[in-house]
């Protein structure tokens, strides 16, 4: 089993007893770093001259690992262990969004105005003049976040309820980071049909319509279908955030080791949605050589097995992963832990750039090829060069409300994905520096911009 290295997803609070005497504070701090614990704040709860309570913040990397912490706590003498919170739980307690007013009810003429009767009249106004929607309501700046929990996260098909706390997240991470409004809406279907049909149903409420979690291939049906079927953007953040910020990262990481983007030869290891939906980005930016793996190996025209999807990746060569990487400038995984072996980035030419994007177990630990890579990014948050949507996303719609776009075009997405690479300055690009921090407050407002941009040229702003 790989060792991850401890973080925040596996995080307690534990309160502990201990005399108050010399060495007894040392002897639980010591404790919990033999077994591989990483200590943040020490809390001082109460304490007199013969005892005192304390709370340790202790990051672990599984839950198995934060049980060995615990029980090597208890196991010292004269030193008792209170009580134990799993902040990750605690943080999700009563959900983590709220639904709040953004006017204040303080009197009749205000409620009159917000409500009956005056409301009638804003009700008869779009009525005669339906775009006024936009104007009069919440539709401006809401996106509906959209999952069957057919594939959540690395997790596979959990179903609707346990969806809904990562769409619940995600419209955190929206307001948060975009100033959108959104709202997790989670199907306890997953028919196509009926989640398409549901969409359109529900669609004159939003702005956007953000899919989430729906497995591949159902989800390249519903995502088609819908924008040719919708007024308004249709966004399979799955696909397409994940593309927009690979190709942000590329961009940067093939400035460190000077190789063109026609030039390079590129593998990906996933052909799902998210990598698809890369290497179509990728291409469109220029890649010439692209060879695409999946669980049997290279897309390769012989084979019988593909989707539509797939097949657009067919090529001659036949084999491997392994053999896909030989002579291999960039490795892209989007597939499952542990699938890339040092033996096979040894095979790449020189100055490889490795994008093991696999959650939470990389398809290679970076410590493996640390002096064997150019450049590493992951999607973990502990490592440089966090790959991550939510440099996207948030820009993505925010740009697409501004302009009331009709919908997201190839241009949108390629502009994002510049626009978040120029946020570092060419000579401050470097192999553990190719993509901004997701705290960048920049970064959602210059995708916005190039968003809004790209969309008039488009012909798709309807400002």
């Known amino acids: 089993m790989t060792q991850l290295t401890p973080n925040p997803s596996f995080s307690l609070t534990i309160q502990v007893e201990l005399a108050n005497q010399p060495g007894r504070l040392a002897a639980v701090t010591n404790a919990i770093a ?6 943040g704040h020490i809390h001082l709860v109460d304490q007199n001259r013969t005892r005192s ?3 340790f913040v202790v990051d672990a990397s599984s839950t198995d690992h934060a049980d060995q912490i615990v029980a090597a706590i208890k196991a010292l003498d004269e030193i008792t262990v209170l009580k134990v919170f799993d902040r990750t739980f605690d943080l999700h307690r009563g959900g983590k969004i709220t639904v709040q007013g953004r006017i ?21 106004a779009i ?61 306890a279907t997953q028919d196509t049909e009926e989640i398409i049909q549901t969409v359109k149903h529900i669609a004159p409420v939003f702005g956007g319509i953000n899919l989430e979690d729906i497995s591949s291939p159902r989800c390249f049906e519903i995502e088609k279908r819908l924008r040719a079927e919708l007024d308004i ?16 990262a590329l961009y940067n990481a093939l400035k460190v080791v000077k190789k063109p983007m026609d030039e390079v030869k590129i593998v990906f290891n996933g052909a799902g949605a998210a990598g698809v939906a890369v290497a179509r980005l990728i291409r469109m930016a ?11 190996g290279i897309l390769s025209g012989d084979r019988t097995d593909l989707t539509p999807e797939k097949a657009e990746f067919v090529v001659e060569t036949q084999g ?52 064997m890579v150019a450049v590493m990014a992951t999607g973990r948050s502990d490592y440089p060069n966090q790959i991550n949507n939510v440099l996207a996303f948030p820009g993505i719609f925010r740009g697409a409300l501004d302009c009331r776009a009709k919908e997201i075009t190839s241009r949108m997405c390629l502009e994002a994905a510049s626009a978040i690479a ?5 000579q401050e690009v470097s192999a553990e520096h190719i993509i901004p921090s997701v705290f960048d407050d920049r970064v959602a407002i210059a995708v916005a911009a190039a968003v809004t941009k790209a969309a008039r040229e488009d012909g798709v702003s309807r400002e």
């Open 233 to 248: 953007p249709v966004f399979h953040d799955d696909q397409h955030g994940t593309a927009i910020v690979t190709l942000a």
């Open 127 to 187: 009525a005669a003049d339906p775009p006024q929607v936009f104007a009069l309501t919440v539709k401006s700046n809401m996106v509906a976040i959209v999952s069957d929990g057919s594939a959540v996260l690395g997790l596979g098909n959990l179903g609707p309820e346990a969806a809904l706390p990562v769409m619940e997240g995600k419209a955190l991470l929206f307001k948060e980071f975009g100033g959108v409004d959104a709202f997790p809406i989670c199907l």
């Open 286 to 296: 220029g890649a010439k050589t692209l060879l695409m793996c999946d669980s049997a």
């Open 34 to 39: 033999t077994i591989g614990g990483n200590i």
């Open 53 to 55: 309570i304390r709370e």
């Open 422 to 426: 120029s946020l570092i300055p060419p």
């Open 320 to 371: 491997t992963l392994a053999t896909a990487l030989e002579g291999a400038d960039v490795f892209v995984g989007l597939s499952v832990p542990g699938v890339l072996t040092p033996e096979m980035v040894k095979a790449m030419n020189p100055d490889p750039i490795i994008f093991a994007m696999a959650n939470p177990i990389p398809e290679i630990q970076p410590e493996l090829v640390r002096d």
């Open 104 to 124: 204040s009810l303080t009197d009749q003429s205000s409620l009159a105005m917000a409500y009956t009767p005056g409301v009638g009249r804003i009700c008869k």
